[in-house]
């Protein structure tokens, strides 16, 4: 049994207020809204339709809690850096991703999904900015490696392997593939240690 493979939906936040107070640990997925975070997040859950996935990039407006047991969560965070969201609607989202971020201290690691062939966008920095402040570990996953060929596919994950370690310290990388399945289990053990740092 992976330590996703129990995964249920818990409870959607729209306002910082809302969050639960569950007295555990979480560790929430960010993402640009068509690197394939909700694919990712069924993948490791292995599960067709756990996390909402969508032809329109950008569905994901709240932020979504789910339950892994032994009250530890997952929490879906909106989509960042989709076009077609009104301005104020943008503006509200990432006054909440980056307060959520910085502050919320059941937070134990953030992954976050970079579309392998578009990886380190200026998005993805400002998600990676506003969470190093936390000291708090970071996991990125390369997704979709599956459309590049294994050189490309290593070369993307040494650029971005050296460029986090000079920026970004805390944080580690690997490549992804919901297609192939490729990843989860590298994923799910980085993932595992987060949580296990708080149960000891």
């Known amino acids: 049994m992976g330590l996703f493979s129990r995964a249920a939906f818990f409870t959607t936040v729209n306002h910082l207020r809302d969050l639960p107070l569950h007295g555990g640990r979480e560790v929430a997925f960010a993402g640009r809204s068509n690197a394939g975070k909700s694919s990712a997040i069924n ?15 950008g569905r994901t407006q709240h932020i979504n809690y789910f339950s892994l047991g032994e009250n530890h969560y997952l929490v879906d965070l909106p989509g960042y850096g989709y076009a077609k969201v009104p301005p104020d609607i943008r503006a509200h989202w990432e006054g909440l991703l980056s307060q ?10 953030l992954v976050v999904i970079m579309d392998s062939r578009h990886p380190l966008t200026e998005l993805d920095e400002q998600m990676l900015s506003w969470f190093a402040p936390t000291g708090k570990p970071v ?14 596919a290593m070369q993307t994950l040494s650029h ?22 490729t990843g ?11 949580f296990s740092e708080g149960d000891g």
């Open 43 to 57: 993948t490791l859950a292995n599960h067709t339709r756990l996390a909402f996935t969508s032809k329109t990039p």
């Open 100 to 109: 959520y971020l910085q502050t919320r201290e059941a937070l134990c690691g």
């Open 139 to 152: 996991h990125v996953l390369l997704t979709k490696s599956d459309k590049l060929s294994r050189q490309q």
């Open 160 to 181: 971005v392997r050296l460029h986090l370690t000079e920026h970004y310290p805390h944080c580690s990388v690997q490549l992804f593939s919901s297609l192939k399945k």
């Open 184 to 194: 989860t289990d590298e994923a799910e053990a980085v993932i595992a240690s987060w």
